[in-house]
């Protein structure tokens, strides 16, 4: 059984080592591990500093972002023949010495996919607009999926082979939200384990501001959603349409069956024939989505074949 844990890492010559000399070196249950940092572009001796530790390392040719990296991470871990595969931070935020407890459910067979989650865990520090923030969008990911998820933006997770097999990343900004939906889509089973949280050193990287955070992985969130689910939310939307159209219209048709005429409610009409159109539309939009979502889950069985016969 061999375990990979994956670190992108923009910009942490500081605190990278740390995070390295804190992964423990030997886990029951593991034959082997190894370690594969991915540089997104760095200016500083990131790279240098993983490559003194012992780690494998690979470079963006400049800042592809954190979905690009971790997406490419997953790859490269996949082709080192990983059964287990950890992704966590190099700001030494996460405890490394927790990785036995977040594979434990992988390796008992209990899961697919692991969350480290900070808010079930000792949270030494986290700015309150950042809490709150985080709390929004886990609750957000909770409604839609139906499941009990504290912390959907956790970067410290483990995944099964076979799960990080089915993992396609498509947001060009964070991975984290995007890839539960994915997996709560394609069935599967994903466990929450308490990690302990540290105060981090210096601002971080992929929240500069937690409002443009906020705006870009709420658009990530429901581009996801409706990627997996586009007939329930079209016919939701056309749907309500097509009931406005006719809770507007009750009284024209009424006055249009009494009197011949609909000159009094000439703009109710007009608006009620328009919510009517418009609303039949976006029905016809949601079947042809989710005929393109069924083309698209026959191209994700293919892409997942041929991943698992080239590993093979």
């Not at 900070?118 to 709390?135: A, H, L, S, T, V």
């Not at 499941?147 to 933006?153: L, P």
């Not at 609909?262 to 007009?270: E, Q, R």
């Not at 989505?289 to 698992?308: H, S």
């Amino acid at each position: 059984m061999k375990l990979v844990v994956t670190i992108p890492a923009y910009n942490e010559e500081k605190t990278l080592g740390k995070v390295l000399d804190e992964i423990p070196k030997k886990i029951s249950g593991i034959d082997k591990i190894e370690v594969l940092v991915v540089d997104d572009g760095s200016k500083d001796s990131t790279s240098k500093v993983a490559i003194s530790k012992g780690a494998k390392v690979v470079k963006n040719s400049s800042n592809k972002g954190l979905a690009f990296t971790f997406s490419r991470a997953l790859e490269m871990a996949l082709d080192m023949d990983a059964d287990i595969i950890v992704n966590t931070d190099a700001d030494f935020q996460y405890d490394q010495r927790q990785i036995p407890a977040v594979i434990d459910p992988v390796l008992k067979g209990e899961a697919d996919i692991v969350l480290g989650s900070r808010f079930k865990g000792k949270i030494e520090d986290m700015p309150m607009q950042k809490y709150w923030g985080n709390m929004a969008m886990s609750l957000m990911v909770s409604f839609l999926t139906g499941m009990n998820i504290s912390d959907a933006q956790t970067g410290f997770r483990a995944f099964s082979r076979d799960a990080a097999l089915k993992i396609n990343v498509f947001s060009d900004y964070t991975y984290t939200q995007e890839t539960i939906l994915e997996a709560w889509e394609k069935k599967l089973v994903i466990k929450e384990v308490p990690v302990d949280f540290r105060k981090r050193t210096g601002k971080s990287r992929l929240i500069s501001n937690v409002f443009i955070y906020a705006k870009k992985a709420g658009f990530t969130v429901v581009e996801t959603y409706i990627s997996y689910k586009p007939l329930r939310v079209f016919v939701t939307i056309g749907s309500l349409m097509c009931l406005l159209a006719l809770a507007f219209g009750f009284r024209v048709i009424v006055h249009f069956y009494n009197t011949g005429l609909v000159t009094p409610y000439l703009p109710t009409a007009i608006l009620s024939s328009m919510l009517l159109v418009v609303g039949v539309q976006v029905l016809i939009m949601g079947l042809v989505a989710e005929m393109i979502k069924r083309n698209r889950k026959i191209q994700e069985k293919i892409l997942y074949t041929t991943r698992k016969n080239k590993s093979n």
